[in-house]
């Protein structure tokens, strides 16, 4: 089962996905997914947050699950257990999503053939915040990209 996993390909489907549906998402700033999600708003995507505990997310409503969704959505990002994504999977099917995204750590090779045999492009084990810095540019020499354009320190106070 083929999955995507070249720059190519990501960079394709970091390109036509702009309506994220985010799994797991958290209100919590700390949590990966909060941080991940945030990134890819401040981007230009749209994110939809999926998660029964919240009312709303980064200003957007959350939702209790992908059917409830009004709308369709490019991509399904997850931040679950990988014992949980075949069901998202077939969820995301069901939903005429194009992309199953597994975040770091979560691989499920189940999920993965559900998604591949409807058709959906599936990146497994990647960080879509930081497949995007680095694809599309918002990574520098240091790994992170800090806005300072100069070496220079500021003075210290007296």
Known sequence: MPIVDDIAGLRRILAQSRTIAVVGLSANWYRPSFFAAKYMQDHGYRIIPVNPTYDEVLGER????LAAIPGPVDMVDCFRKSEEI????????????????MQLGIRNDDAARVANDAGLDVVVDRCMKIEHARILGGLHWAGINTGVISSRRPAAES
Do not use: S
């Open 86 to 101: 075949p069901a998202l999977a077939r969820a995301a099917v069901a939903k005429g999503a194009k992309v199953l995204w």
């Open 62 to 65: 959350c939702y209790p699950t």
